[in-house]
């Protein structure tokens, strides 16, 4: 099992691209996260005014002059967090929480993944979001996949193994550098940080963002999760090793403090 760190505060880190309508709200929301000073939106190719609208807001913005996908955000992303660090000497990394542009004032609920973080009881916490207003058109085959290929590669079986919202700690986050590609990223995190012997944790988490539908554009869009899963776990495959860690179920008191109980 890897060191237990407490992080020294915390980075949210929103990837986001042309996210106008939702970025203000969002980054309001980060901002008064208990723990936050520090929020750092990554501009991944807009051709709106996110990037403006996130300055105004409060955010420090990074922008990519191209997309170039959600893995290379987050990388971009904890980067400027780890250069902010460094300028503080003698202080322990922030955790970085990663949300969603589209959160808007949800995103408010994240305090009960970052808690357990902070407090140096687990390493990555996973967001267990309720079912939507507005239901998706998929089958599940790529969540399936991805359960099924965390579950080989490590031995834990994940709830919403697909989950984007997370917060982990410095040392967790760079154990899985360089990320996975693509829509692999949560799965390939996911794997990386198990297998170098960090706790990783899901917490119920009350969040409400847009849902991929059923036409064209959502059907195409869950072919590239699932093609870009499926490379996640056949590289793990060919480096994997085996996990001796411990890890925390939703049962823990994180979890039934989030549920009220």
């Known amino acids: 099992m890897a060191d237990v760190t407490v992080p020294g505060g915390l980075a949210v880190i929103i990837p986001a691209k042309d996210e106008a309508d939702r970025i203000a709200a969002t980054v309001e929301a980060a901002l008064a996260l208990p723990g936050a000073d520090l929020v750092i939106v990554v501009d991944d190719g807009s051709n709106d005014a996110t990037a403006t609208i996130a300055v105004r807001a409060g955010a420090q913005v990074v922008s990519h002059e191209v997309n170039q996908g959600k893995a290379a955000a987050m990388e971009t992303g904890a980067a400027r967090a780890a ?125 409400h963002h847009r849902v991929t539908g059923s036409d064209l554009r959502g059907q195409l869009h869950r072919a590239g999760q699932y093609r870009d899963v499926g490379l996640a776990l056949l590289e793990r495959r060919t480096r994997r090793v085996p996990v001796v860690n411990q890890i925390f179920r939703p049962a823990s008191r994180w979890a039934r403090k989030a549920l009220g109980g």
């Open 83 to 207: 250069v902010l660090d460094a300028a503080v000497p003698g202080n322990e990394p922030r955790a970085l929480l990663f949300i969603d542009a589209d959160l808007g004032a949800s995103a408010a609920a994240t305090s009960t993944i970052v808690e357990p973080v902070l407090a140096g009881e687990a390493d990555m916490t996973i967001s267990l979001i309720p079912p939507q207003a507005t239901s998706g058109g998929g089958s599940g085959k790529v969540v399936r996949l991805a359960r099924k290929g965390i579950r080989q590669a490590t031995g834990w079986t994940p709830t919403q193994p697909l989950s984007g919202t997370r917060c982990i700690n410095r040392a967790a986050f760079d154990s899985a550098l360089p990320l996975a590609i693509g829509w692999g990223v949560e799965t390939g995190l996911t794997i990386d940080v198990l297998t170098a012997g960090y706790r990783v944790i899901e917490v119920p988490c009350e969040l």
